[in-house]
């Protein structure tokens, strides 16, 4: 062969490989899927499978990993994605707080793919209240889908302990006490806790705070312009003290289910929960405004204390492609419709199908679209993980001393480390 034509075959056998290389280049993903999160409880771990199911019927090839971290409001499982995230051992997607939780803690840290383009490209940009846009964004981009609102301030009741002993669900703190001592006296557990995780306290200390000074000065606190040394503040920590009177003798060593199923059983009289709870009651076969009722938590009616579950797609994630998969079915109306009447919790799209959501979730959506919208403390909206976690530390030792001047100026500094008080 002359040197010109081996010049040729050697061109073309190039061209070749390189075409190959390019078809192969770009190799398919494997059929997987991880989804990380923390719902392993009744109603919310029902609610993910049912999610699933649908993923499945859609990617029947797909096969989804369920890497579930048990402990409520993520207790344990935010710190096994933090080892994880800071390994490079990305999940595929992950529940993650809309709010300070996803900004502070992935978005600023540039763990995050933007989705801007995403919810552009599905058409979701006016499907959903620009108030929960406005949370899941940073830098002019948006960072995470979320597949559900849930409210944090419901008091929860059981209605036969009320009707028996002639009372009404509190509407004020004031009530609140009046009604706990009417039960205390009939020997009834008036308040159910579990708070073998601090959070449950730091989730009813956020509605003592909210009943305590009213939404516009709850907002106060997360910017620094209402006075955490304040009178409000001071009185919402007597408030707690109070309450802590009231409560169920085992209450250190139960997590959030076994606590509001003291309320369902018939051993309490009331829990201040999120609505997960709601979906909780209802795998104990207990159905809304029959076996259990629901208020506003005391001194907080007109106001909705927010929070919402996303997920979002982490930099690194080793099957992208049908994370974004998942994550179309979590933004969908599908996905949320079949999500969260079992969940008991309210599509954060506007144009959830009403006819699916019991009377509680209906109140709940009825109540989300007119209310004064104000973000949770305890479940990452209001502030960065830092700021909650100092006031976890302080509600544990609060718990055990009720050192209300002492816990207050520990919260007084805590929102001077969070940067937003002088
Ligand atoms: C919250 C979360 C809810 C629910 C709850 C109890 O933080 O947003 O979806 O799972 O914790 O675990």
Not at 10 to 32: H, N, R, Y
Not at 235 to 257: F, I, R
Request: net charge negative; proline share 5%; with cysteine.
């Amino acid at each position: 062969m002359s040197k010109k034509n081996l010049a040729y075959v050697a061109l073309a056998v190039l061209m070749v490989a390189t075409l190959a290389l390019g078809a192969c280049g770009k190799q398919a993903e494997e059929p997987k899927l991880e989804i990380f999160s923390w719902w392993t409880g009744g109603g919310e771990a029902e609610g993910l499978t049912a999610m699933y199911g649908i993923f499945t019927a859609k990617h029947p090839d797909i096969e989804i990993i369920n890497a579930t971290v048990a402990g409520g409001a993520g207790s344990n499982a935010k710190a096994v994605l933090a080892t994880r995230m800071q390994a490079g051992d990305p999940p595929d997607s992950f529940q993650v707080h809309a709010g300070h939780e996803l900004i502070d803690s992935w978005v600023k840290a540039e763990k995050m793919e933007p989705l801007t383009k995403f919810f552009k490209d599905n058409g979701w940009l006016d499907k959903y209240p620009q108030g929960v846009i406005d949370i899941l964004s940073y830098g002019g981009d948006i960072w995470s889908v979320p597949v559900n609102i849930h409210r944090s301030n419901v008091l929860w009741y059981n209605k036969a302990i009320f009707a028996d002993n002639g009372l009404q669900p509190p509407t004020t703190l004031a009530e609140f006490f009046t009604v706990a001592d009417a039960l205390q006296a009939k020997g009834i557990v008036p308040l159910s806790l579990g708070d073998s995780g601090i959070w449950t306290v730091t989730h009813l200390f956020e509605s003592v705070l909210l009943g305590s000074m009213g939404p516009a000065k709850y907002r106060g606190l997360w910017d620094g312009t209402t006075d955490w040394n304040g009178p409000e503040v001071k009185s919402a920590l007597e408030s707690l003290s109070k309450m802590l009177g009231y409560v169920n003798t085992d209450h250190a060593s139960l997590e959030w289910q076994p606590a509001t199923k003291l309320v369902a059983d018939g051993d309490a009289a009331m829990n201040v929960m999120g609505d997960w709870a709601e979906g909780y009651f209802k795998t104990l076969g207990f159905t809304p405004d029959v076996e259990f009722g629901y208020v506003p938590s005391p001194g907080t009616a007109g106001s909705f204390l927010m929070l919402s579950d996303s997920f979002g797609l982490p930099k690194g994630a080793k099957h992208p492609e049908n994370a974004k998969l998942w994550l179309e079915l979590c933004g969908s109306k599908e996905g949320q419709d079949a999500f969260n009447p079992i969940k008991g919790s309210i599509p954060a799209r506007t144009d959830g199908d009403l006819a699916l959501y019991d009377v509680y979730l209906q109140s709940a959506m009825a109540d989300f679209a007119s209310n004064e919208i104000v973000p949770s403390l305890a479940h990452g909206a209001a502030a960065a993980e830092g700021w909650v976690t100092a006031i976890n530390d302080t509600l544990t030792l609060f718990v055990a001393d009720k050192d209300v001047a002492k816990a207050q100026t520990s919260m007084a500094k805590a929102c001077v480390d969070a940067g937003m008080c002088k």
